[in-house]
């Protein structure tokens, strides 16, 4: 079975529709065959049985659910995501003011795990059963065994002691005055506009939970990255290489960690789904006011919409990591490339 | 060739075990692993003749005794309401580890059974296994797990069925894999020559095959459960006050951050000591079985 890459995407990108469908239609019958009457819900207890049946019908509550789905697939495809019930306006809006400060955190936090997971994990394989081996294989099982939120609590005790000064919750300090830019990263925003000092206080905010989020994933990838090392020193072409006498040094860095990028992306793109979940975790202990806090407090809430909203949030955001980690594989990995030639 | 000779088929059985048992006994980590576990259970099994306050698990309170740092009388300090911290850790461990059996219970058979049959009959089975894995995959657990005991009502019950409800597709998917690989053997066919039916083949030549994997994957499961129990219950989902549970007091304990550190630190350390434990004694048994994962 040879297949062109781009056709190997396209049917990537087939599957991830099929699964987004399925996990649409799961969370849209959880959502409605719950106890409890959304109408009823979203008027509180007050309103009249006459007002509740006013709005069920406006609400479509009384046709068959298969007819409630798919008039809320057609609508989410235009960017309708109905009202949410807590905030009095369309999630989309919502959503469009709480995703930026998540992305922001989950991009900062795999730059972090793949800055530090990778070298350290290509140092533990270099010096296999050393000493920095085994503190490497310490503080990997730590970042697999900690509970994200010991973790991320732990930052903050840490930092308020010995760090006074540094921003333990939000995303910027109060004092600094920002109207908000066209991206919603503050990161960015900071730099379009020319304010450098938003920017670096952004930064400075963005430290502790990004180092906390990537926690789990640095110690996952710092595993896998060693392993693959390890068992690809032992591949044939690299003891080729070294009989040729090719510096250590360019075998690594030239040939071997290319090679062993593979397995660390595959697994950074499965961990993705966890990455999400501890990032309601983060954000919740950070006070961040993301996507995931919204997520949470529709949770609490009951708001149907906005949870409906959130899971499949979540769900594009899994698909969308699993396709970047595909295509990145296919352009490090020559072997994927070449397939139509041979 | 009068020395060579013929092991019958218990003596080649003890060997074998002995072989393991040796591996795992050499293995720090593996020692390591299983002595937390039995001091976890142990503890659990005794808290109410163990702890010195076996009463602080109920609704009392001291108020002469809040905020108490950790000292001889309260070795992990008292909490808001004046009640020992190390009695209600104590306790908070019988939660984890209903969770673990709750979930684990359920899923691991369930998912044998289907991943046996999946990967042995092919067909419907099998598609559906990978369909509902690759749905799951996308979906963060934990947001479906939020979501599922909320929709619910918030309280251990539901947050056990949440979990159950996602977390079988893992172990299906596992024994799909070994058990498919299996049925290809020769001894599967030679079984199915000899007039062996499809529930013998199924249990009693495939199945004893996948308890290595099946062990070990649970082992490390029971971590992440715990993990996973104690993530939610932070988060609000948990058993309903005052019933000690892990999360909850760490969740309780932040709001009187950084000042009485204790409060969080302690049950929060009591968590990583169990899935510490867990993931030693699975990291120890994958080297016994000698299996991949």
Known sequence: MQQHPLVAILTRI?????????????????????????????????????????????????????????????????????????????????????VPATLELVFVSVVFMFVVAVPLGVVMAHYRDRTIDHVGRLLSLTGVIIPSFLF???????????????????????????????????????????????????????????????????GQITRITRSAMIENQRKDHVLTLKSFGVPERVIIFKYLLKLSSIAPLTI???????????????EMVFA??????????????????????????????????????????????????????? | MADMKVLDASERGLSASY???????????????????????????????????????GAVVDFRARHLPPDAAHWFGTDKAGRDIFSRTIFGLRISLLLVVGVLGISVPVGAVLGLMAGYFGGWAEKLISGLTNVMLAM?????????????????????????????????????????????????????LAGAGPVHILFREILPNCIPVISVKTTLDAAFVILFGATLSFLGFGVKPPIPDLGSMVADGRQFMPDYWWEVLCPGLAVLYVTLGFNLLGDGLR???????
């Open chain 2, 19 to 57: 072989m393991m048992w040796y591996r795992f006994s050499r293995n720090p980590a593996a020692v390591i692993g299983t002595l937390i576990i039995l001091s976890v259970l142990f503890l659990a099994a005794f808290a109410p003749w163990l702890t010195p306050y076996p009463k602080h698990v």
């Open chain 1, 14 to 98: 087939g599957t991830f529709v099929l699964v987004m469908i399925a996990l649409s239609i799961m969370i849209f019958v959880l959502a409605r065959i719950v106890p409890g009457d959304p109408a009823r819900m979203a008027l509180g207890p007050s309103a009249t049985s006459d007002q509740v049946q006013a709005v069920r019908l406006q609400m479509g509550l009384d046709q068959p659910l298969v007819v409630q789905y798919l008039d809320y697939a057609g609508k989410a495809l235009r960017g309708d995501l109905g009202m949410s019930l807590v905030s009095q306006r369309p999630v989309i809006t919502d959503l469009a003011q709480t």
């Open chain 2, 287 to 293: 080297d016994m079985f000698d299996v991949e994962s």
């Open chain 1, 268 to 282: 950074m793109g499965l961990e993705f789904a966890s990455l999400i979940g501890n990032a309601f975790v983060i």
């Open chain 2, 140 to 192: 963060p657990p934990l947001v479906m797990a939020l979501a599922v005991s909320n929709l619910l009502e918030p309280n251990l019950m539901n947050a056990m069925i949440a979990i159950t409800l996602l977390w079988w597709t893992w172990h299906a998917r596992l024994i799909y894999t070994v058990s498919k690989s299996i049925a290809s053997e020769d001894y599967i066919e030679a079984a199915r």
């Open chain 1, 288 to 342: 961040w006011g993301g996507f995931a806090s919204y997520g949470l407090t529709s949770i609490l809430q009951k708001d149907l919409n906005a949870v409906t909203a959130v899971v499949l949030v979540a769900g594009l955001f899994f698909i969308i990591a699993n396709l970047i980690v595909d295509i990145l594989i296919t352009v490090i990995d020559p072997r994927l490339r070449r397939k139509e030639a041979r």
């Open chain 1, 152 to 218: 991320a609590i732990t930052l903050q005790l840490v930092a308020a002691r010995f760090m006074s000064g540094w921003p333990i919750i939000g995303r910027l300090d109060h004092d600094i005055s920002w109207g908000g830019g066209p991206t919603g990263l503050l990161l960015l925003d900071g730099l379009l506009a020319g304010r450098l000092d938003v920017t670096l206080n952004a930064l400075q905010h963005l430290i502790l939970p990004a180092f906390a989020l990537s926690m789990a994933g640095i």
